[in-house]
């Protein structure tokens, strides 16, 4: 008899994990995927910039707005590049898209600060253990020495969600230590 109870309790135990991680998408997205955006965004880049000593970013609302309207479009054309208008201006944009409602705020920052175990120091763009810029750009330009503010917006399109954060003073300076 006690050994079924134990059993019983461990069946109930497993069951009650399996129903709080069942519920769990349920439970962020009461709260909002993206609620809370502004603050939660800054939080993320400040909380792996501590990591390795960088001063925090500050939110730029001039920032966000422009990353705002880029969003925006990318989300209601579908289309997913950079806004060439970053060319004459000192910003940097790192972009971020998947699918509609089903990522929270720190996974799509997630998807940007996973490139930092690619991440050797260096001058860049020699800065990839793997030999690709691509795969660790993302994260310099969070990491970027000299990169003092970000804004930040996120928009929903008929089938993606899309991040653009925008930095000022832009990062991965060809010739330069990122951090």
């Given amino acids: 008899m006690a050994g079924r109870r134990s059993v019983s309790r461990l069946a109930i135990s497993w069951l009650e ?17 993206t609620s809370n955006a502004d603050a939660r965004l800054l939080a993320i880049h400040n909380r792996e910039r501590a990591t390795l000593g ?3 970013l500050r ?7 422009g990353a705002r309207q880029w969003a925006d479009r990318l ?23 998947g699918t509609r409602g089903a990522f929270a705020i720190e996974a799509m920052i997630d998807a940007w600060l996973r490139e930092g175990r690619y991440f ?8 990839s253990s793997t030999g690709r810029v ?46």
């Fill in 17 to 33: 994990r399996v129903a709080v991680l069942a519920l769990a998408p349920l439970i962020v997205g009461s709260t909002g995927l």
């Fill in 54 to 56: 960088i001063p925090p």
């Fill in 59 to 65: 939110w730029d609302p001039e920032l966000a707005a």
């Fill in 75 to 97: 989300a209601t054309t579908g289309t997913f590049q950079h806004a060439a208008e970053n060319i004459a201006q000192p910003e940097g944009e790192n972009l971020w898209a």
């Fill in 120 to 127: 050797k120091p260096g001058i860049f763009p020699n800065n």
């Fill in 134 to 179: 691509a795969d660790v750009d993302h994260y310099t330009q969070i990491m970027w020495r000299d990169t003092r503010a970000v804004g930040c917006a996120i928009a929903r399109g008929a089938r993606e969600d899309v991040l653009v954060c925008r930095y000022s003073q832009a990062g991965n300076y060809i010739g330069e230590k990122p951090f």
